[in-house]
């Protein structure tokens, strides 16, 4: 019998509490290989709180959370080396180094590796950039110098210079009109039918989340009210669930009602 590769994301029993405010009570969430999976809630949820756990940018109050089988928070620096290899981040802003042109952005983590020679770290930015539809000469180009649009595919291609496993992405239309946003979508959506990835994003734009989610779970009162695929959890019988999942028209009928 073949033994189920280990969940991308396990936390159990995540508590997080700013002082006496507390965001997180005892959360238990899985995340599987290949899915692409939201984070959804109201605002102060803590939504954004918990992929910064997830990747260890922030330290639960409570609790443990394991990437791919292993501690996020291990205590062998070896090993939190190697998780950090193995995904990429996009910040809701784009997180630019505003001192750096945007090929050296993407180059950034690649020589950070200390393992590959200039020649191919070129090679390797100019077909991360191709990925995500920018031009070798958009490389030259400084961040204070891009689009909304622009600076977002370049962010993307610095997540996924060293080609991670997991996407990990923090309101990826946020600040894109309509137009742009749907492209972008598109984008994310194409690359990880390719690539297959495991993603991870907070959302709250709901065309965002039908176009690209596989899962999602939804945080709301301090606890995980709901987790598991789309569909299933837009059913489930909650207010702020049957609110955000409501169509526009529906929105508006319960206000009047």
Not at 16 to 35: A, N, P
Not at 86 to 103: E, I, K, T, Y
Not at 140 to 145: I, K, T
Request: proline fraction near 6%; hydrophobic fraction near 45%; include cysteine.
């Amino acid at each position: 019998m073949n033994t189920p590769p280990p969940n991308v994301v396990e936390a159990r029993k995540v508590s997080t509490r700013f002082k006496d405010l507390v965001i997180h009570e005892g959360l238990d969430l899985d995340i599987g290989q290949g899915e692409i999976f939201a984070l959804v809630g109201g605002s102060g949820s803590g939504k954004t709180t918990l992929i910064r756990e997830i990747v260890g940018l922030q330290v639960p109050d409570e609790g443990t959370i394991r990437l791919f089988g292993q501690a996020v928070l291990d205590p062998d620096p070896g090993v939190r080396k190697n998780l950090c290899r193995r995904f990429g981040m996009l910040f809701q802003q784009g997180a630019l180094f505003s001192a750096l042109s945007v090929f050296d952005n993407v180059a950034f983590p690649l020589r950070e590796l200390h393992a590959l020679d200039e020649a191919m770290i070129r090679d390797l930015v100019l077909m991360k950039l191709a990925m995500v539809g920018l031009e070798p000469i958009h490389g030259a180009l400084m961040p204070a110098e891009l689009s909304g649009g622009m600076v977002k595919r370049a962010a993307l291609a610095r997540a996924l210079a060293l080609e991670p496993e997991l996407l990990v992405l923090d309101e990826p239309t946020a600040g894109l009109d309509p137009d742009r946003a749907a492209s972008f979508v598109e984008l994310i959506g194409s690359l990880q039918k390719d690539l297959k990835f495991t993603v991870v994003m907070v959302t709250h734009d709901l065309e965002t989340l039908n176009a690209l989610a596989t899962h999602a779970a939804v945080l709301a009162d301090k606890h995980l009210i709901a987790s598991g695929p789309l569909e299933e959890v837009s059913r489930v019988d909650h207010p702020f669930i049957q609110g955000f999942f409501a169509l526009p028209e529906d929105r508006g009928q319960k206000i009047e009602d």
